[in-house]
């Protein structure tokens, strides 16, 4: 049986379910959050929430790399690209709105926007034109900046500069923890970003906030296998860190990639859409790539912008506030066609996901 296939096997999801309502309260509800746009296509594709008890919640946090990319940068985009300057960006970025309008906006009005699959994409294009300029609009998570950090590094051409408006994961959980109101019992940790960073960033969630926390991959028993390990935790009084995706993610993570983050960006405050500024939680260019600043070399730099538009609770599902379900304006005026909010656009957009799995929830497992 293929790896796939083994990890997507019913019988045994069940089994795992079972172990589950076994260990759920009767009564006070335990609240869990993944902080990861793929944990919440396999958990609402294979309708694993139908399997969890009722006392068992499993919520949404800020996974998507594009949902929470502030209006502010999106405008910063906009009007570089209104400048002439041609602007490369992946595909999922095109229609995230900025305040007034997205990048796809700009290109219907004549600017050079164009769609690239790497930061190596944008380095080529740049050097088959060398009399135009060329801004690479970099965002996501530790998963995307050391392929940004690695043409950083290599040769440049002069024509391209960088737009750079990664995050970092830990900040955003650690906020989360930090909301009361979150009343959060555990962590899904993303197997993507831990494949990069290791275990040891997320060691603080479980000493110094007593939250449970597991890495876990991104099939259907890999989920569920996370929410059992983080209700046994409970049950036994001892939160800890587990890594459930050992056959992917090391303790040490990928030092290879941290080493060339580490050379090319140091840590800033932050804006994320729906979160507001969170400390140390955005990769910016170190001082001796500064030349490479699409900021400063192009006199662009917006400090505030409209996060969310009228209706729009962007800002309350980004931090799993509100299901998509409880807006007035999904599937309504809002959708995957047609979007009006963030997480309506990217393929890991919480809105999107819903939108696209609602009618099949319940069919997989
Ligand atoms: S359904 Fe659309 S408008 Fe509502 S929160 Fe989601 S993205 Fe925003």
């Given at each position: 049986?293929?790896?796939?296939?083994?990890?997507?096997?019913?019988?045994?999801?069940?089994?795992i379910a079972?172990?589950?309502?076994?260990?759920?309260?009767?009564?006070?509800?335990?609240?869990?959050?993944?902080?990861?746009?793929?944990?919440?296509?396999?958990?609402?594709?294979?309708?694993?929430?139908n399997?969890?008890?009722?006392?068992?919640e499993?919520?949404?946090?800020?996974?998507?790399?594009v949902?929470?990319?502030?209006?502010s940068?999106?405008?910063?985009a906009?009007?570089?690209?209104?400048k002439?300057?041609?602007?490369?960006?992946f595909?999922d970025?095109?229609?995230?709105?900025?305040?007034?309008?997205?990048?796809?906006?700009?290109k219907?009005?004549?600017?050079?926007?164009?769609?690239?699959?790497?930061?190596?994409?944008?380095?080529?294009?740049?050097?088959?034109?060398?009399?135009?300029?060329?801004?690479?609009?970099?965002?996501?998570?530790?998963?995307?900046?050391?392929?940004?950090?690695?043409?950083?590094?290599?040769?440049l051409?002069?024509n391209?500069?960088?737009?750079?408006?990664?995050?970092?994961?830990?900040?955003?959980?650690?906020l989360?923890?930090?909301?009361?109101?979150?009343?959060?019992?555990?962590?899904?940790?993303p197997?993507?970003?831990s494949?990069?960073?290791?275990?040891?960033?997320?060691?603080?969630?479980?000493?110094?906030y007593?939250?449970?926390?597991?890495?876990?991959?991104?099939?259907?028993?890999?989920?569920?296998?996370?929410?059992?390990?983080?209700l046994?935790?409970?049950?036994?009084?001892?939160?800890?860190?587990?890594?459930?995706?050992?056959?992917v993610?090391?303790?040490?993570?990928?030092?290879?990639?941290?080493?060339?983050?580490?050379q090319?960006?140091?840590?800033?405050?932050?804006?994320?859409?729906?979160?507001?500024?969170?400390?140390?939680?955005?990769?910016?260019?170190?001082?001796?790539?500064a030349?490479?600043?699409?900021?400063?070399?192009?006199?662009?730099?917006?400090?505030?912008?409209?996060?969310?538009?009228?209706g729009?609770?962007?800002?309350?599902?980004?931090?799993?506030?509100?299901?998509?379900?409880e807006?007035?304006?999904?599937?309504?005026a809002?959708?995957?066609e047609?979007?009006?909010?963030?997480?309506?656009?990217?393929?890991?957009?919480?809105?999107?996901?819903?939108?696209?799995?609602?009618?099949?929830?319940?069919?997989?497992?």
């Open positions: 049986m293929d790896e796939k296939r083994r990890f997507r096997n019913p019988d045994l999801a069940r089994r079972e172990k589950i309502s076994k260990l759920a309260p009767r009564e006070k509800p335990v609240k869990i959050c993944h902080v990861c746009g793929t944990h919440e296509w396999t958990i609402t594709h294979f309708g694993i929430r399997l969890l008890p009722q006392t068992v499993v919520i949404a946090g800020p996974g998507c790399p949902c929470i990319v502030p209006a940068e999106i405008d910063e906009v009007k570089i690209a209104e002439g300057i041609t602007v490369t960006c595909g970025m095109l229609r995230v709105p900025g305040s007034t309008m997205s990048l796809l906006d700009a219907a009005n004549g600017a050079d926007v164009r769609v690239v699959y790497s930061a190596g994409d944008a380095v080529k294009m740049a050097e088959k034109s060398p009399d135009r300029e060329f801004v690479f609009f970099a965002i996501g998570f530790e998963t995307t900046a050391p392929s940004t950090a690695v043409e950083i590094l290599g040769n051409p002069r391209l500069s960088f737009l750079v408006s990664h995050r970092v994961i830990p900040p955003a959980m650690k989360l923890a930090e909301m009361r109101d979150l009343n959060l019992n555990g962590f899904i940790a197997g993507h970003v494949t990069v960073i290791g275990l040891v960033p997320y060691e603080v969630f479980p000493q110094d007593g939250l449970p926390t597991v890495v876990a991959g991104f099939e259907p028993l890999d989920v569920l296998f996370g929410v059992y390990a983080i046994k935790q409970i049950h036994e009084g001892r939160p800890r860190l587990e890594n459930e995706y050992s056959r993610v090391r303790r040490e993570g990928n030092v290879k990639a941290q080493k060339l983050m580490k090319v960006f140091s840590m800033a405050d932050g804006k994320w859409r729906g979160l507001g500024t969170i400390a140390s939680s955005k990769l910016a260019l170190r001082e001796e790539y030349v490479y600043d699409a900021h400063t070399r192009h006199g662009v730099c917006i400090a505030e912008g409209v996060d969310s538009h009228s729009c609770m962007c800002h309350l599902i980004i931090i799993g506030k509100s299901k998509p379900n807006c007035p304006l999904f599937l309504k809002c959708r995957p047609k979007p009006v909010g963030a997480c309506m656009v990217g393929i890991e957009g919480t809105c999107r996901i819903w939108a696209k799995t609602i009618n099949r929830q319940s069919h997989v497992l």
